[in-house]
């Protein structure tokens, strides 16, 4: 390192003559002593000279590198000062480029930051997580428990609580709405056969009618028959009123008002299976060890099972209710239907039309006359 340090410094301080000739050197003995002291204590940076020119130059194009200075940022040139040469000032457009490209090169590297989501708005979330995190968790809970108190039920380990007189009275409800259902179902079918009826008997009426007038040696017998028939279909239409009008009133009475009061033992019997769900909780850890946390756990289960015992006797009590005014509504409801079904079939079958009429007339049944236009929205007013 050395060696190349003395090549180096040789170079940059003996002149070269046009021939390759080494000229005469008159300060000889200064150029040793120089090189003696490089070669003790090494060389100064803060002094060393960078040739500009080439080979022969002057002293007037070397530089000094203590004259050169760090850019003040990245990306910005700096430009040498010549000892004696004029001083060059940059244009206003080199100097808007040169600080662009600055701006570019500093502002590469950086990332922009991710805006963070405002404070409250986090806070929110996490309490909507945690509120819905709560719920499935106490929902998981109770379906565990009851689970476990019905399959007790089922195996005939666990105990169930009973009120004998409410569950026969369901049971009564139960069976009642089967054997509705059964009489509606028939109901139905009687409507349609006795609809399909009507129209052939109407159909029947028109061909007599037909025939009447063209036969003449059997016009009056094709004539009545065609007046009997149509007689017929009148008092069928009559009948199929009140059928329809009885139809309708064993449908509500079946499947809105007794459906309503089953909905309601549905949540009683729910209500009921939870309660007996957390009894059986409260006592198996009245019947462990009392420390601290059982204390706790004993605290809490007593006030949940308090809360679905309240629970548990309101929903009773409203069943209670419930199936008292729907036997009086059904005895109601089926009196008068009953009374209005044999009127209507006994008056049909006798042929006595104005016991038919009468029958409709005093259970406020309007029939709808075939031929008869909906009336306009200024007559409905």
């Known amino acids: 390192m050395s060696d190349g340090i003395m090549s180096k410094a040789a170079t940059m301080e003996i002149p070269i003559s046009s021939n390759g000739d080494a000229g005469s050197l008159p300060e000889d003995d200064g150029l040793e002593q120089d090189l003696q002291q490089v070669m003790v204590s090494g060389p100064n940076l803060n002094e060393t000279s960078i040739v500009s ?27 040498p000062h010549s000892p004696r040469g004029p001083s060059i000032s940059p244009s206003a457009s080199a100097a808007s480029r040169m600080a662009s490209q600055a701006g570019a090169s500093a502002g590469s590297g950086l990332h922009q930051p991710h805006p963070s989501p405002p404070v409250g708005g986090e806070e929110v979330v996490r309490g909507i997580a945690v509120e819905k995190f709560d719920i499935v968790k106490k929902w998981g809970i109770n379906t565990y428990k009851c689970t ?7 195996f005939g380990r666990g105990s169930r609580t009973v009120d004998l007189e409410l569950e026969t009275q369901i049971e009564l409800l139960r069976e009642t709405k089967r054997k509705y259902e ?10 349609n056969h006795f609809y399909s009826l009507v129209q052939t008997q109407h159909a029947l009426g028109d061909a007599f009618a037909d025939l009447s ?28 009123g009140a ?8 449908n509500t009475l079946v499947n809105k008002t007794m459906e309503d009061t089953l909905m309601t033992v549905k949540q009683y019997e729910t209500a009921r299976l939870e ?27 007593q006030s949940q099972f308090q809360s679905h015992k309240d629970k548990y006797e309101k929903l009773r009590a409203d069943v209670a209710i419930k199936l ?16 209005l079904f ?19 007339k005093q259970f406020n049944i309007k029939l709808k006359t075939p031929g008869a236009e909906k009336p306009s929205w200024l007559e409905e007013q």
């Open 148 to 154: 476990k108190q019905l399959i007790s039920e089922r």
């Open 213 to 240: 007038q063209k036969s003449p040696e059997l016009q009056e017998e094709f004539g009545y028959n065609a007046e009997t028939q149509k007689l017929l279909c009148k008092n069928g239409e009559t009948l199929l």
């Open 275 to 301: 309660y007996d769900a957390y009894r059986t909780d409260l006592e198996e850890l009245s019947m462990g060890p009392r420390d601290a946390s059982t204390l706790c756990r004993l605290d809490a289960a």
């Open 182 to 191: 059964c009489v509606l179902q028939l109901a139905r079918a009687l409507t």
């Open 342 to 360: 044999h009127n209507a079939i006994s008056a049909y079958f006798a042929g006595n039309q104005q016991q038919l009429e009468q029958t409709l």
């Open 324 to 339: 008292k005014f729907l036997e009086e509504n059904k005895i109601k409801v089926m009196h008068k239907q009953l009374l």
């Open 243 to 250: 059928v329809n009008f009885f139809v309708s009133s064993i």
């Open 53 to 79: 020119g080439g080979y022969g130059g002057t002293a007037e194009g070397i530089i000094p590198t203590s004259a050169i200075k760090a850019p003040p940022f990245p990306g910005c040139l700096v430009q």
